[in-house]
Nanobody, 128 residues
Framework: QVQLVESGGGLVQAGGSLRLSCAASGRTFGISTMAWFRQAPGKEREFVGTIRWSSGRTYYADSVKGRFTISRDNAKNTMYLEMNSLIPEDTAVYYC?????????????????????WGQGTQVTVSS
């Protein structure tokens, strides 16, 4: 089992920045990929970006490319989401997810079903 805990959400004005963290614990040695998703009220959970745990290679949704940056600290088993130039449309609950096993890292996982573990989410609200 892997446990994921997000932190760092809050209220920010448009144009501002926030940094989210996702701390992993438990059987973390099997993690091959981690990702951020978000879900706005009344909408489906959508892919934000993902990072390969060993290489650090990242992939982003077009809607956040150039504004958001994913990084990780392997020693701390922690993934980060640096969000800049925030807009009201970024308002959502942000979730981190982990994929376990080599097979999860073969493709760029952009759907909910491609991840094995999820955090509880952290609210990000961007005011206009």
């Amino acid at each position: 089992q892997v446990q994921l805990v997000e932190s760092g959400g809050g209220l920010v004005q448009a144009g501002g920045s926030l940094r989210l963290s996702c701390a992993a614990s438990g059987r973390t040695f099997g993690i091959s990929t981690m990702a951020w998703f978000r879900q706005a009220p009344g909408k489906e959970r959508e892919f934000v970006g993902t990072i390969r745990w060993s290489s650090g290679r990242t992939y982003y949704a077009d809607s956040v490319k150039g504004r958001f940056t994913i990084s990780r600290d392997n020693a701390k088993n922690t993934m980060y989401l640096e969000m800049n130039s925030l807009i009201p449309e970024d308002t959502a609950v942000y979730y981190c997810a982990a994929g376990v096993g080599v097979a999860r890292a073969v493709v760029i996982g952009k759907s909910v079903g491609e991840y094995d573990y999820w955090g509880q989410g952290t609210q990000v609200t961007v005011s206009s």
